[in-house]
T-cell receptor, first 114, second 112 residues
Framework: GAVVSQHPSWVICKSGTSVKIECRSL??????MFWYRQFPKQSLMLMAT?????????EQGVEKDKFLINHASLTLSTLTVTSAHPEDSSFYIC??????????FGPGTRLTVL | DAKTTQPPSMDCAEGRAANLPCNHS???????VYWYRQIHSQGPQYIIH???NNETNEMASLIITEDRKSSTLILPHATLRDTAVYYC?????????????FGKGTKLTVNP
């Protein structure tokens, strides 16, 4: 299947700082990417849909000013957690749509905010 | 949006077939059934998807009932590496995003 990478795989930061997570499609172009968040022992929660060249669409309850998403190219989407706090500590996972019916996921990024 | 119902957990003996059920009684005619799995601390892995007909690939088989209200994912010869949370998802089509909404899934434990 198609390969999606994320960087970094884990990050620890101080409260109040911003953290950027990258999601790349390595062997295909993705016009649409998705960002999920997963808390321990819970399922994945969709945060936003990222479309290349346009503004992201956020799910209800997700603060767009806190979770900045940029999809500037067909192979890269970034999620920036601004002014991170301990409650933002989570496992962040991106996915990319390959074809109309196929979506592949990255390995995830574990964020710990101290 | 259609919802899915899965048992929270299942056990299976290594080498045996694992049959994971999923109910999606409110599925609409143009919605697909997808299966993904997530091994601990990794991103979800695509397994298989289908619309009406049964599907098979190198990983698994998907059996969809004629009324499409339920389906079963079959891992024909489960191995210890198949221990994971398995998610049955009905694809939501909204605004062109075709997003996947995850439920709680079934935690499958394959025992030696």
């Amino acid at each position: 299947g198609a390969v999606v990478s994320q960087h970094p795989s884990w990050v620890i930061c101080k409260s109040g700082t911003s953290v950027k997570i990258e999601c790349r499609s390595l062997d295909f172009q993705a016009t649409t990417m998705f960002w999920y968040r997963q808390f321990p022992k819970q399922s994945l929660m969709l945060m936003a849909t990222s479309n290349e060249g346009s503004k992201a669409t956020y799910e209800q309850g997700v603060e767009k000013d806190k979770f900045l998403i940029n999809h500037a190219s067909l192979t890269l989407s970034t999620l920036t957690v601004t002014s991170a706090h301990p409650e933002d500590s989570s496992f962040y996972i991106c996915s990319a749509r390959v074809k109309r019916n196929e979506q592949f996921f990255g390995p995830g990024t574990r964020l710990t905010v101290l | 949006d259609a919802k899915t119902t899965q048992p929270p957990s299942m056990d299976c003996a290594e080498g045996r077939a694992a049959n994971l059920p999923c109910n999606h009684s409110t599925i609409s005619g143009n919605e697909y059934v997808y299966w993904y799995r997530q091994i601990h601390s990794q991103g979800p892995q695509y397994i298989i998807h289908g619309l009406k007909n049964n599907e098979t690939n190198e990983m698994a088989s998907l059996i969809i009932t004629e009324d499409r209200k339920s389906s079963t994912l079959i891992l024909p010869h489960a191995t210890l590496r198949d221990t994971a949370v398995y998610y049955c998802i009905v694809r939501v089509v909204g605004g062109g995003s075709e997003k996947l909404v995850f439920g709680k899934g079934t935690k499958l434990t394959v025992n030696p």
